[in-house]
């Protein structure tokens, strides 16, 4: 301890497992690099301001020069992880959709719902009645419920308006919640989910989209990036292409919906538009491999949805393995993922997807903040980005962290600096 270290106001010591600590972010990782997230055993992190602004081993730990202010943690035995990051979610819904989980159970398919009026048209008809406060206020009480279980950054899509007005109403809840600032919020247009009663079909409705709805949720700077449903009996390629276009034109990145029951052509299509992400992959074939093997549009597996639809579950071992980054989120919504459990999510790209633990944590984490293009913020605990962490409850290694798959996870999480409570 020769030169001692002017630490900031917290500092987690004798951490028994410290990941994703290092000079920087570890930013979007590909492919063998999901396997190098950082792990360092017997450690110590400085949080200063909200900011990671040192850490490394206990053996070179340089002694605490200032003690004012600073609150000391002791974590032995347990991991400190990085919060996750949720890149893909439609947390902003009027009300959970129960009635027809118990439709499934007795029978009926998710499609069969939703062509009898159910489904995405049923959350639409719940949040058009629903005034903006009221969304706002359920939607703050399940992004509180997320951030208690250790996510730190969340995408927030569209797509229960299906009308320009309350499209936008949903935006702007949406930002209202990242206008809190108590975590990233980064929000999607969705406006293309499902074709509402009154429209001849997809063509006429995305046509609607493109010259109406899309420029004014730009008008008002409400959406980061844009979103379609691309699948059978929803948008077709064609339709993917028109609003591609008409976001590329804008500026607007593009996160897709692709693939979740049947390959269509879609994956390609996102590829050539430089896509920042395509989500679900339930159905993947060689040729959607290839493709994302090669361009810089990143796949984001949804287990919790394959999980609760009983779909396959996206190929993640097949994708890393062809030197992708993939990333994993929740997709939380009332109609195929009614759960924002990102540790559940995690663990299940281990048992279901064939990932390492330590490449579900890459994926569930800083992979998820490049879904995003936050990955510098956010995502890892590198020196600079956000002081938002997960202390765990005791465990004797980081692969205990996902193999304990069902029990709660985190002791205490801090985000942005703050305890949650
Ligand atoms: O990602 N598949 C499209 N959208 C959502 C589900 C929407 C709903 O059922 O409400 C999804 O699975
Ligand atoms: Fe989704």
Redesign the pocket.
């Known amino acids: 301890m020769e030169s001692g270290f002017a630490i900031g106001r917290k500092l987690i010591k004798d951490i028994g497992h410290l990941v994703g600590f290092g000079a920087g972010a570890p930013g979007k990782l590909s492919g063998p690099e999901m396997r190098q997230l950082s792990v360092i055993e017997d450690a110590w992190l400085a949080l200063e301001d909200g900011r990671v602004i040192g850490g490394g081993p206990m053996s070179e730990f340089p002694g605490i020069v200032d003690w004012n202010g600073l609150e000391v943690l002791e974590a032995a035995g347990r991991c400190v992880l990085p919060a996750w990051v949720d890149s893909?979610t439609?947390l902003v819904?009027a009300a959970s959709?129960e009635g027809e989980f118990v439709d499934r159970i007795r029978g009926l398919s998710?499609q069969e719902i939703?062509a009898n009026g159910g489904?995405?048209l049923?959350?639409a008809k719940a949040l058009r009645e629903m005034s903006e406060d009221d969304l706002f206020s359920v939607s703050l009480e399940r992004m509180e419920r997320l951030m208690r279980m250790g996510t730190g950054a969340l995408e927030i899509k569209s797509?229960?308006g299906l009308d320009l007005e309350s499209e936008l109403k949903m935006l702007r809840v949406a930002r209202r919640l990242g206008a809190l600032e108590r975590i990233p919020v980064k929000t999607t247009f969705?406006g293309c989910?499902a074709v509402p009663d009154g429209w001849n079909g997809p063509v006429d409705y995305t046509d609607y989209m493109v010259r109406e709805v899309l420029p004014a949720v730009m008008e008002e700077e409400l959406a980061d990036h844009v979103d379609i449903?691309c699948?059978e009996g929803?948008f077709g390629l064609d339709e993917t292409r028109t609003l591609l276009e008409a976001a590329k034109l804008r500026g607007l990145p593009a996160k897709v919906?692709v693939n979740?029951f049947k390959a269509s052509g879609g994956v390609a299509l996102c590829v050539e538009f430089g896509a920042m992400t395509v989500?679900?992959l339930e159905v993947l074939r060689a040729e959607d491999v290839a493709e994302l093997a090669t361009g810089n549009t990143m796949p984001v597996a949804?287990p919790l949805?394959s999980l609760f639809?009983d779909l396959p579950f996206t190929q993640g071992r097949t994708l890393v393995d062809a030197g992708c980054a993939l990333a994993i989120a929740t997709?939380f919504?009332?109609?195929?993922?009614p759960s924002g459990n990102m540790h559940l999510a995690a663990a299940l790209g281990c048992v279901k997807m064939g990932l390492e633990p330590i490449e579900a944590l890459a994926a569930a984490t800083t992979n998820g903040a490049a879904a995003l293009g936050i990955e510098s913020q956010v995502g890892g605990l590198g020196i600079g980005q956000e002081a938002s962490l997960i202390v765990t409850r005791p465990l004797r290694s980081v692969e205990e962290a996902l193999y304990a798959f069902g029990d709660p996870l985190p002791e205490r999480v801090l985000l942005r600096g703050h305890w949650v409570d």
């Open positions: 893909h439609h819904h959709r998710y939703a489904g995405i049923n959350s797509g229960y969705l989910h449903f699948e929803y919906h979740q989500d679900h949804l949805c639809l997709d919504n009332p109609g195929s993922a």
